[in-house]
């Protein structure tokens, strides 16, 4: 096996005999954010790495077991000026949005 360096990016080229025998190893590198190039005969001829994390999926009703809010109609009340004028000036907003 040996490394080798293209801008930066550090890849590892193995043989497919080497692969071969060690597999298991070479995908938990690749899982740890290595990138691996399989060559045949000395030339690149495939890449084992990472795939990207999967997108979380949203489950509705999570919060269910926590039972109904005590005081939903506080949800539609205009905020207190104050709080709102925390919110306008937050970081969390772009900055085309505030004020």
Aim: contains cysteine.
């Amino acid at each position: 096996m040996r490394e080798s360096s293209c801008g930066g990016d550090h890849t590892r080229i193995v043989n497919v005999h080497q692969a071969k025998t060690h597999l298991s190893r070479l995908i938990d590198d690749a899982h740890a954010g290595e990138t691996i190039v399989l060559a045949k005969a000395g030339k690149p001829w495939a890449r084992l790495m990472p795939l990207a994390p999967p997108v979380p999926q949203r489950i509705p009703g999570r919060l269910r077991s926590r039972g109904p809010l005590s005081q939903p109609d506080l949800l539609l009340e205009p905020m207190d000026p104050s709080e709102l004028e925390s919110w306008e000036n937050s970081e969390l907003l772009p900055q085309k949005l505030q004020g």
